[in-house]
């Protein structure tokens, strides 16, 4: 049995979960732009916000369970996490792929928490997602962390994985499985 979502943070409406849009390019180029946050995902630095524009602007193909999320202060963009679908394999439907940043002064401030919560909550009992799967730096203890209170454990290791501050590094690969699939009523 899966343990129980983590609690939310002491002070909820600090910030508020929302859909990724467009208009959100600037915030993701400030985020994504910062050393903390693209070492740790497989983002280059100096992002450009024509690149996250596009981005963050293509609608969902139709019939897509893919979902991205931030988690906003003040107007502003503080995290990022998605669901996406892991290719157009027939038989991997029952699996996806997710991601997550947090920028730099919100980490360790509940926003991976609450966005991790709310996808797995999107992918248990809306998409019926059966295994969610991750690759997180193995050099990344609090990341780990945070996906084992949800669940996860590790699967795996690849070695010298990214290319990161001109050292190869290596990533663990995690996946959770649905803790109570859905059933026929």
């Given at each position: 049995?899966?343990?129980?979502?983590?609690?939310?943070?002491?002070?909820p409406?600090?910030?508020?979960?929302r859909?990724a849009?467009?208009?959100?390019?600037?915030?993701?180029v400030?985020?994504?732009?910062?050393p903390?946050v693209?070492?740790?995902?497989l983002?280059?630095?100096f992002?450009?916000?024509?690149?996250?524009?596009?981005?963050?602007?293509?609608?969902?193909a139709?019939?897509?369970?893919?979902?991205h999320l931030v988690?906003?202060c003040?107007?502003?963009?503080v995290?990022?996490?998605?669901?996406?679908s892991t290719?157009?394999?027939l038989?991997r439907?029952?699996?996806?792929s997710?991601?997550?940043?947090?920028?730099?002064?919100?980490?360790g401030?509940g926003?991976?928490t609450?966005?991790?919560?709310a996808?797995?909550?999107?992918a248990?009992?809306?998409?019926?997602?059966?295994?969610?799967?991750?690759?997180?730096?193995?050099?990344?203890?609090?990341?780990q962390?945070l996906?084992?209170?949800?669940?996860?454990?590790?699967e795996g290791?690849l070695?010298?994985f990214?290319?990161?501050?001109?050292?190869?590094v290596?990533?663990l690969t995690m996946?959770?499985?649905?803790?109570?699939?859905?059933?026929?009523a």
């Amino acid at each position: 049995m899966a343990p129980a979502a983590p609690s939310l943070p002491a002070d909820p409406d600090r910030f508020t979960l929302r859909r990724a849009r467009a208009g959100d390019a600037e915030d993701f180029v400030r985020m994504m732009g910062e050393p903390e946050v693209f070492g740790g995902l497989l983002q280059m630095p100096f992002p450009h916000v024509e690149l996250w524009r596009t981005r963050l602007g293509a609608a969902p193909a139709a019939g897509s369970p893919d979902i991205h999320l931030v988690a906003e202060c003040d107007g502003h963009v503080v995290g990022s996490a998605g669901l996406h679908s892991t290719g157009p394999a027939l038989r991997r439907r029952h699996a996806m792929s997710l991601g997550l940043g947090v920028a730099r002064d919100w980490q360790g401030q509940g926003v991976g928490t609450r966005l991790m919560a709310a996808l797995v909550d999107v992918a248990d009992r809306w998409l019926g997602v059966l295994r969610l799967e991750l690759t997180v730096y193995a050099d990344n203890p609090r990341a780990q962390a945070l996906y084992r209170r949800f669940g996860f454990v590790e699967e795996g290791r690849l070695r010298a994985f990214a290319l990161r501050d001109g050292v190869y590094v290596d990533a663990l690969t995690m996946a959770r499985l649905h803790p109570s699939p859905p059933r026929p009523a």
